[in-house]
Nanobody
Framework: QVQLGESGGGLVQAGGSLRLSCAAP????????MGWFRQAPGKEREFVAA????????NYADSVKGRFIISRDNAQNTLWLQMNSLKPEDTAVYYC???????????????WGQGTQVTVSS
């Protein structure tokens, strides 16, 4: 079964930055749109950002627009999420996902990682 793998999570103070990575050994990510989602304790998993297969189109949740940047390098088969100006409300488990379109709709995504924890202290 295809499994994506996230890394780069950790503990950071409010106002700080983190860069998450997502890799998928055996899955050519260039064929897929990619997305980042997050899930805080007791809450639904929510959309964060998405990027088209070529990287030419991106989509962000309003809550992260202007602070987070999604990018990809298909030659390295890697996806990133640069998170700046982090806030305590950004605390969550962050998941990467692969699917046919760079949309905010969770069921559209076919493959998921197991998540990486991001904790932002105030």
């Amino acid at each position: 079964q295809v499994q994506l793998g996230e890394s780069g999570g950790g503990l950071v103070q409010a106002g700080g930055s983190l860069r998450l990575s997502c890799a998928a050994p055996g899955l050519p990510l260039g064929f897929y749109a990619m997305g980042w989602f997050r899930q805080a304790p007791g809450k639904e998993r929510e959309f964060v950002a998405a990027i088209s297969g070529s990287g030419g189109s991106t989509n962000y949740a309003d809550s992260v627009k202007g602070r987070f940047i999604i990018s990809r390098d298909n030659a390295q088969n890697t996806l990133w999420l640069q998170m700046n100006s982090l806030k305590p409300e950004d605390t969550a488990v962050y998941y990467c996902a692969a699917g046919p379109r760079p949309v905010a709709t969770r069921p559209e995504y076919l493959y998921w990682g197991q998540g990486t924890q991001v904790t932002v202290s105030s």
